[in-house]
């Protein structure tokens, strides 16, 4: 009997070189906006200030403007990542 591939986001998140969270869930729990979203959340709640966080939502090329929390997309695969230092990444894995 064949066992069936299943889908997961792993979702991790990283202090320079060491983990400090790891989760993963079904794939279908969230899109990759949703994941995207997540990932922005956990970056800001690890250690922007609330004022880096009103610049990483505002307008782009305003005076307030930051990138803090852009959302960078690797490709080919769905791999995302969030944030400097600390920093979190999501990505596809098979179980």
Not at 28 to 39: D, R, Y
Request: aromatic share 10%; proline share 4%; hydrophobic share 35%.
């Amino acid at each position: 009997m064949t066992r069936k591939t299943q889908l997961f986001w792993q979702i991790t998140g990283y202090d320079s070189t060491t983990e400090i969270f790891r989760e993963t869930v079904p794939a279908g729990c969230f899109t990759e906006g949703q994941i995207q979203t997540l990932l922005k959340i956990l970056a800001a709640k690890a250690g922007l200030s609330f004022q880096e966080i009103v610049g990483a939502c505002a307008r782009r090329k305003t005076r307030l403007a930051n990138d803090l929390l852009e959302v960078r997309h690797h490709r080919p695969d769905p791999f995302y990542e969030c944030g400097s230092n600390p920093y979190f990444t999501a990505r596809i894995v098979e179980q």
